[in-house]
Structures are given as structure tokens and as C-alpha cells.
């Protein structure tokens, strides 16, 4: 069986019987009566055994006891939330066994340490019954404490004179202070995991706040959005109303312009052929405009010249009536006045020879 710390390689080695391996080498007294404990050891990664740090109360001399009656901790000090089960129960973590034998009172001795190691490749075995978790420190102490008072009258020079118990002492111390610096460990790491608690609420609630302002302000996005969307579906609407309306009046107008062309053809035929009929009227009346305008300057010629010859005959029969009354009232005169009377019919003469002259 080989004795040793986690982490400190194969142990201390101690020699034992064949018959049993027993863990205390000290004189038969020391363990009349005292209970017997078979520890099982741990394997680490290399399959290397190690002691477990279970180590029984009557192994310890008195002042250790009292020293950790005093401080109120448990047997375990390595593996705290490990327990230490009776009736050969393995703990599940573990892959060794642990077997108390419990002798009476009357000093039955017990049989020895039973160690019995499981290989690395067994199957692991079904978990069996818990039973009651023991040996705390008030009464595991107290019943170390007496077994030892009983059995063996001097443990503090056992514990001086036995090697084994001086190795056991100093491993004990090593286990002590590496428990303390775990311990320390843990504080730091619970420590360190309340910051990071802390921390990580100070995350989450920064994370919530932007959650939040980044939830408002999409909201914000969206709302503006859909107002957005709103206003451009009803515009949307009212140009798809006005550009059904424009399509329906473009429709009309184009129905309306085809009437128009329809008419404007009609037109444009009735207007060449009023156009047609009015040259032919044009034509009709400049003739009949020739004609008449002939008729009427032959009529106007025969009027004036019927109209002339009038005016001359009265005028000769005016001039004739003077000219008849005024040589009576000249041969009634002188000479001269005759001379002038024949002068001015010479020349009323004249006159209406160039009158009638000018009418033919």
C-alpha cells in the first residue's frame, strides 16, 4: 500500500503483512479496540495511487484531535464534499471503496484495512444504498479521543516514537496547508465569481437598457415608417384615382376626336363641293355680272345721250326764244346792240354744233 499527498507522486511506501494492510504499524495495544478502516486511494491520469486524505481518527494523537476540536472542522479536508460512507457503499465520483469495520467496545480487534482497487478499464459498478453520512467532528473526536485514553496509555510518545505517525504528521501538515490555500482559492474564485456575477447583471442590464433604447427607437423607425407608408398608400390611391380618371377622359377625348375627324371629314367634303358649286355660282354671276354691267352702260350711254339730247333741245328752244325776243328789242335799238346780239349767236351756234358733235 503506498501512502501519499495529490500531487506527490507514488507516496511514502509503507511495508506491511501479507496477511492484511494494515495502515498503523504501532504496537498491538494502539489498535486493541480501536476501529479499523480500509481507505481506498485515488488514481490520477498517469495510473498512479494515491492515499485517500480520509484518514481515521485513532491514527491521530490527542493534541491533533483536540487542536481540530477546537477549530470545529470536519475529518475531510481535502475533498470536503466528498462523504465517507460505511457498510463497503462507494461514493459515485470515485472509483475506489471504502469499508469501515466498527468493533465494540470490549476491545475486539478488528480484522485490518481492506484495500481493494478497481482497474481503469472496470465497468462502474450500480450505485448501492446511502447510508448515514459519520464521523463529524464533535463525536468522531470524542470517541477517537476515548479509544485512544482507553487502549493506549502514552499516544503523544507513540506519536513521537512512530515513524509512521511522523509521516502521517507531516503529510497531515502538507494536507493542511494545501486545504488552507484551496481554501483561500475558493474565497478568491467565489470572489472573483461574485464580480463577475455583478458584472455580468451590469451586462445584462446595460444590454437591456440599449435592448430597450434600440426596441424604442425601431419602434420609433417603424411607426415613422408605417406613417409613412400610410401617406404614400393614399397618395398612391389618389394618383391611381386621378390616373383612372385621366385614362377615362383620355378616352372620351379620343372617342370625342374621332367623332371631330369623322365630322371635319364630312365637312371638308361638303365644303369642297360647296366650293365647286360656289365657282360654278361665281362664274354664273360674272357672267351675268358682264352682262348686266353691259346692259346697263348701253341703258346709261342711251340715257345720256336721250338725256343730252334733251337738255340741248330745250336749251335751243330757250336759247331761240331769247334770241327771237331780243332782236325784236335790238331792232328796236342801235347798231351796236345788233352787232352784239349777232356775235353771241354765232357762238351759241357753234356750241351746240360741238355739243351734238361730241353726243354721236
Known sequence: MELGVLGDGSGV???????????????????????????GGYYNSLGSH??????????????????????????TFLFPDKFLLVDGVSDS??????????????????????????????????????????????????????????????????????????????????????????????????????AALKLQDEMVINARCEIDELHAKVQTELSAEQVQSRTLADELVRKTQALEQSEAARRADKELLGRLQSQCDELRTQRAAAELRLVEVEGHNRRATDRTREELVSRVDRCLRGYARWEIAAREKMTLRELEMRPISLMAGNGRSRRRVAERLESFLSKSRDAIANLW
Open 13 to 39: 511506501a509503507a511495508r506491511e503483512g501479507p496477511a492484511s494492510a494494515r495502515l498503523l504499524t504501532a504496537p498491538a495495544e494502539m489498535a486493541s479496540g480501536i476501529c479499523g478502516a480500509s481507505v
Open 50 to 75: 494515491f492515499a485517500s486524505p480520509l484518514l481515521h481518527v485513532a491514527a491521530w494523537p490527542r493534541g491533533y484531535m483536540q487542536e481540530r476540536r477546537r477549530e470545529g472542522r470536519l475529518i
Open 93 to 194: 465520483r470515485v472509483e475506489d471503496t471504502i469499508s469501515l469495520a466498527v468493533a465494540d467496545e470490549s476491545g475486539k480487534a478488528c480484522d485490518g484495512c481492506r484495500v481493494r482497487r478497481q482497474a481503469n478499464n472496470e465497468q462502474a459498478r450500480p450505485k448501492q444504498k446511502a447510508c448515514k453520512l459519520i464521523l463529524t467532528m464533535g463525536s468522531s473526536a470524542d470517541t477517537g479521543q476515548a479509544a485512544i485514553t482507553r487502549n493506549s496509555p502514552s499516544s503523544e510518545e507513540d506519536a513521537a516514537t512512530n515513524p509512521e505517525l511522523m509521516v502521517l504528521d507531516q503529510k497531515y501538515r502538507q494536507l493542511e496547508e494545501r486545504y488552507n490555500f484551496l481554501q483561500d482559492q475558493c474565497a478568491l474564485s467565489r470572489k472573483l465569481q461574485k
